[in-house]
């Protein structure tokens, strides 16, 4: 496994694969890997003659006063995983060489409407900062697929949104989320959560199945469903952001009695830990 911290040996080991036919999967991370990240990296080995993961955690997508200086750093930890998951390359880029102009003043990239919506409206630029640091990662890698965890859904439109518009020759893939024993979707952020948190948490889970049998079921109005989820989640003590029932292709409002294919999504925060999750459902 080779580990490259600069553009420039990127580009070379890249070149080199490149005229040899190889073709090429990434799979962009923040680090603290968990089965969840190992799900996409057997399917980009699946997928392609080689496999890049790349190691960063991109300021400009954390708000003010959000945990850009706690989150978790587990480089050497990492390494590790993912030389026992036979990777070919890992980047762990420099912030200075990656935010040639500083993480303030340095081109953004905005990804409009679907970026302002769910997690958009409760972390104003975080979606910018998403497509900002995948757009860097795409140039220069020049993957022939990049995959993405359904965990974080909204952040898969934008992304696939984003590579339509732009016309980037890149296929995004998406795998399907990996849960812990309780149901919560596994993520780097849990490992905030104390041991009654953890237990807590699974009431995350249970709200979207429950929402899921009542959407398959007829049982009650969009707007029932949503507020009775809300009710129960606040009643075992979290602190609900959203949770909405939407179209599942680009998370517009339902369109009741149209729409099929529908999507519950949530946030909310258990003590100091923001958590999403997702199910998809097919009424």
């Known amino acids: 496994m080779e580990i490259i911290f600069d553009l420039k040996g990127l580009r070379g080991a890249v070149s080199g694969w490149k005229n040899q036919g190889n073709s090429i999967a ?33 300021p400009i997508q954390f708000g003010h006063g ?14 590790d995983i993912l030389r026992d998951a036979n ?29 302002d919506i769910l997690c958009g409206e409760f972390r104003p630029g975080h979606f910018s900062g998403v497509a900002t640091v995948v757009m860097k990662l795409l140039i220069n890698v020049q993957p022939d697929y990049a995959f993405f965890g359904e965990k974080d859904y909204q952040q898969t439109l934008v992304i696939r949104r984003m590579v339509s518009d732009l016309l980037l020759p890149v296929k995004v893939l998406t795998l399907p989320i990996i849960r812990e024993e309780n149901g919560l979707a596994m993520s780097s952020r849990n490992s905030y959560l104390n041991e009654s948190q ?61 729409d099929k294919s529908l999507i519950i999504l949530v946030a909310a925060w258990i003590g100091d830990t923001r958590l999403i999750d997702n199910l998809q459902v097919d009424i």
Do not use: C
């Open 87 to 115: 990777v070919d390359l890992v980047f762990a880029p420099n912030l200075d060489e990656l935010y040639p102009a500083g993480i303030e003043a340095d081109t953004r990239i905005t990804v409009p409407d679907i970026s």
């Open 26 to 58: 990434l799979v962009p991370t923040m680090g603290n890997l968990h089965l969840g990240h190992l799900s996409l990296i057997e399917g980009a080995k699946d997928q392609a003659d080689r496999t890049v993961v790349s190691i960063f955690v991109n």
């Open 66 to 79: 959000e945990d850009y200086e706690l989150y978790p750093s587990t480089l050497e930890q990492d390494l």
């Open 198 to 258: 953890k237990q807590l948490s699974s009431g995350i889970y249970k709200a979207i199945e429950k929402a899921a049998t009542m959407l398959r079921t007829g049982a009650d109005s969009f707007d029932g469903i949503e507020k009775s989820s809300v009710d129960w989640l606040e009643e075992l003590g979290f602190k609900v952001e959203y949770f909405s029932i939407r179209r599942r292709q680009d998370l517009k409002l339902v369109n009741d009695g149209v």
